[in-house]
Each structure stands twice: as structure tokens, then as C-alpha cells.
């Protein structure tokens, strides 16, 4: 068994852990990113503080996060494009609803009302032990408003099965959840309720949205975060699972963790570009822009103000590329841009299943630690064409990172992703990938623990090979 873990790996392992939520997992990224890294406001003109050589991040709600860097060779007479990996921050969960109050339950026990969020195998988050961690928004005492992360840690939640006992034969053999009735989960033993009502705030003037939360419940995220009850003001919080991400297998050879559909590429891109960043020689003669895009709701359909089917994609490409201009360029200008760019959508690909095989196609059947997967679908479910699948593969086949194919069965349905969103929403050339994993929408999934070091490759080989792959075919595109 091995007893030295990679430092990417372990990188992973602590990333994994400490991003329960998107806004988490953004803020996890930053502080990966570093402090040479510069924060730019969508707020604020760019003009002017964007310059070759830069490196640069913004985010939108929080859990979107843009980071790119600009090549040294990067000038207006001859602009580059941008050559982006594209991926998503949210996962499938449970969140809790605008009134959480569920009232006393059988037994004298309290629960909470939860949301389902995504498409969860919600049977695995039975007999979990579960805690609570978003982004709460805060009063200040000078009349102000911000916005801070908690993250209880412990569990305090737990959605028990019934036990098997109090089943019938025909009940345990089709093992059904309602979502409404059978996810609520249990938070607390009621008790006399001895706490200050936080239905009023300071001022004495009624406040209806925390009358419609459990009071324990305001209490345990106002003293972990140190400040009054009366201070929270809204909150978007969710469930998860409080084991930590692990190695498994005999050899080590596996990572357990919940959220790699997909904190996976959210690690791996960010951990690209800035090794790309920091090369600096190759950065210098680069005249392109090298960008990851990581964005919320993917889960959910991409459609919202910080999702894939925003204007973020192409909102990034032109005031980048302005700013780049001293706030020039006109529609021919962008469009050439456009044209220039490409996608690399990269989200989890499905693995082969030993015990359900037969969901495969022989011959499309992509394994752990086998590399990065690419994914193909006529009806484009999924984005990849000739041209885009053949610059993947060209890239991996020079940095010798191994590719594989996934295309699903014809009776099957086909999931989707960010890349058809993308290419619709910019027209910007796109191929759709992923690393292997099992266990997709669990409450906890597993991959190959080589995966991440090979995707890293792979992001590297798209930053420093695509220009001159798409240049020396560009009829092809």
C-alpha cells in the first residue's frame, strides 16, 4: 500500500473537503489561485487594469468564479483568442427552504424543510451523518449589509431509514423516496424552548422571514459565526455530508469524496492555470488569453444569472478584449475573437460499471485511471465534432496523457453539460470531456486518483499546444 500521497493529490483531498457549497468551493479556488492573482469588480471599468503578463479573477453571486492571465504577446493589431476550460461549481443536494420551520414531529422531534436540489440518488443520503454550510447575509450595526460563509462542520442532521423491520417484503424490495415526505431531516430533540424569539429585530419591528426559522437553527449558525441572532438577515444553506474526502482501494488507487461531479475539474483547471501562470517563459510568447470559467446551476439547467446560459461566456471575451484595447474594438473585432476561441468543456464522464457493464457500449466503455474521457453525441446532447475531439486528442497524444471515447447506447438516455449551452449562447467551438468517475449524483462518488494528475497535464497541453494545432488545420474548424 502506498504511503506517500502526491501533493496535487492531497491538494485534491483538502479541496474536496473544505468546499461544501459553491460559494465555498469559490473561495477555495481563490485562495489557491493566490494573492499575485488580481480581483477584478464587474462593477468597475476594466479599462486600463487589465495588461499582458496579468493575472486576474472576478466572480458573479459568489459561486461563479472567471480566472484568466494574459499572454505577453498578447497586442491589439493582432489580438488572440481565448482558450477556456469551462466547468461548473455546484453539485446535486439538499438546501434548506425560505421557512425551514417543519413544526414538532412524531416523537417529539424537529426537523427541517429541505429542497431538492439537482438530480440526487437522494436514497443514498439516508443514514448520513449530515451538517449545514452556506452564505449567510448579515446586518451591520452601522446600517450596512455583507455576506459571509459558515459552515457548521459537525452533524447536526440525519435522515434515518426505516428500519427493516417495519417493512414489508415488498417494501424493501422496491425501496421508493418520496422527496417531499421522506427527506426531511432530523435536527433536534424538542425541548422548552428557552431561547430569545429572533421573530423581532432590534429596532422592535417584526421580522416574518426568521419567524419562519427554527430558532435552534438561527442560533447554531449565529454562534459559529460570532454575531447576534438578530443580525442574520437571509441565508441560502444546504446539506452535506460531513466524512471527508479519502483514498481507497488496495493500492490507494481510488478517491472517495462527495461533490466530484464537479469539484473535480474546479480543481484540476485552477491548479492549471496557475502553473501555467507561473511559466513564465511560455507565458511571455503567448498571444492568446488562457481562461477557466467555472460556473453555478449546471445541475439545475445552467439557466440563471451566474449559470452557463448567461452572458458571462461572452460578456468575459468582449470586455477582456476591450480592456485589452483600451476599450476599442468594434462587432468585427469581437467576432473575430469568437472565432479565434475554444471551449474545452470539461464535467465527469460516466465509467464502466463492473456489475452493470451491460449500460456501456463495448467499445465506449471509459475506465478509472485510464485519462481523460471524450464525449460524443450526434444528437448534441454533447458538443464534440471532428475538428474539436481531433485538438484534444492531438494534445493529449503530445503530452502522452491517455484519451478516452464515451458515447451512450442507443437505449439509453443521454446526460448533457455546459458545452452545448456555450456554443449556442457565443457560437464559440467547444468539445465536451471528463475524467471517469462512479457513483455520479451519490451523496458520495469515487475516481481514479491518477485521473487528477493527467487531466492537470491535459489542461497544461491546451494551454501551451492549441494555437499552433489550430492554426497549422484551421480550415478544418
Not at 81 to 104: A, E, M, Q
Not at 143 to 163: A, D, E, I, W
Not at 219 to 242: P, R
Request: glycine share 8%; net charge negative; hydrophobic share 35%.
Amino acid at each position: 500500500m502506498s504511503t506517500t500521497i502526491a501533493p496535487v493529490v492531497q491538494g485534491a483531498l483538502d479541496h474536496f473537503t473544505a468546499s461544501p457549497t459553491p460559494f465555498h468551493n469559490c473561495a477555495n479556488l481563490i485562495a489557491t489561485l493566490g494573492s499575485d492573482w488580481v480581483k477584478l469588480s464587474e462593477n468597475e471599468k476594466w479599462e486600463g487594469k487589465i495588461q499582458p503578463n496579468g493575472k486576474y479573477y472576478y466572480t458573479r453571486n459568489t459561486s461563479t468564479i472567471v480566472a484568466f492571465c494574459v499572454g505577453g504577446a498578447y497586442t491589439a493589431s493582432n489580438p488572440g483568442g481565448f482558450k477556456v476550460i469551462g466547468g461548473h461549481t455546484d453539485s446535486p443536494n439538499l438546501r434548506i427552504k425560505p421557512c425551514s420551520k417543519n413544526g414538532t414531529s412524531a416523537g417529539k422531534i424537529t426537523q427541517l424543510n429541505v429542497e431538492c436540489y439537482g438530480g440526487g440518488l437522494w436514497h443514498t443520503w439516508f443514514d448520513r451523518d449530515l451538517s449545514i454550510a452556506g452564505r449567510v447575509i448579515v446586518s451591520t450595526p452601522d446600517g450596512k449589509f455583507t455576506q459571509h460563509l459558515v459552515n457548521l462542520k459537525k452533524p447536526v442532521c440525519r435522515v434515518p431509514s426505516l428500519c427493516i423491520h417495519l417493512q414489508s417484503g415488498e417494501e424493501r424490495a422496491s425501496f421508493k423516496v418520496n422527496k417531499e415526505n421522506h427527506l426531511q431531516p432530523i435536527f433536534a430533540q424538542v425541548v422548552k424552548d428557552t431561547l430569545e424569539s429572533p421573530a423581532k429585530d432590534e429596532d422592535g419591528k417584526k421580522n416574518a422571514w426568521r419567524e419562519g426559522h427554527d430558532t435552534t437553527l438561527l442560533k447554531l449558525i449565529a454562534d459559529d459565526m460570532g454575531i447576534a441572532v438578530t443580525q442574520i438577515a437571509d441565508f441560502e444553506l444546504a446539506l452535506y455530508d460531513t466524512q471527508p474526502a479519502a483514498l481507497g482501494g488496495a493500492n490507494e488507487e481510488f478517491l472517495y469524496s462527495a461533490r466530484l461531479d464537479n469539484q473535480g475539474t474546479c480543481y484540476t483547471s485552477i491548479q492549471s492555470l496557475k502553473q501555467y501562470a507561473e511559466n513564465t517563459a511560455v507565458l511571455e510568447k503567448d498571444a492568446d488569453i488562457a481562461m477557466v470559467c467555472l460556473f453555478d446551476h449546471e445541475e439545475v439547467g445552467s439557466a440563471s444569472q451566474c449559470g452557463a446560459g448567461s452572458p458571462i461566456m461572452g460578456e468575459a471575451v468582449r470586455r477582456v478584449s476591450s480592456a485589452l484595447n483600451n476599450g476599442g474594438g468594434n462587432e468585427d473585432f469581437f467576432q473575430t475573437t469568437l472565432r479565434r476561441s475554444f471551449v474545452f468543456s470539461v464535467d465527469m464522464a460516466h465509467a464502466v460499471h463492473p456489475n452493470y457493464a451491460s449500460k456501456h457500449e463495448k467499445n465506449h466503455s471509459p475506465e478509472l485511471n485510464a485519462g481523460v474521457v471524450i464525449k460524443t453525441n450526434s444528437n448534441q446532447r454533447y458538443t464534440t465534432n471532428a475538428f474539436t475531439g481531433f485538438v484534444i486528442r492531438e494534445i493529449g497524444r503530445r503530452k502522452n496523457v491517455p484519451i478516452q471515447e464515451f458515447v451512450v447506447r442507443n437505449d439509453c438516455p443521454c446526460g448533457s453539460t455546459i458545452g452545448p449551452i456555450i456554443s449556442e449562447k457565443t457560437g464559440i467551438r467547444c468539445v465536451d470531456a471528463g475524467m471517469a468517475q462512479l457513483s455520479m449524483h451519490s451523496c458520495r462518488e469515487m475516481m481514479g486518483t491518477h485521473d487528477i494528475q493527467l487531466c492537470i497535464d491535459l489542461f497544461n497541453g491546451f494551454f501551451e499546444l492549441f494555437r499552433a494545432i489550430d492554426e497549422s488545420c484551421y480550415e478544418c474548424s
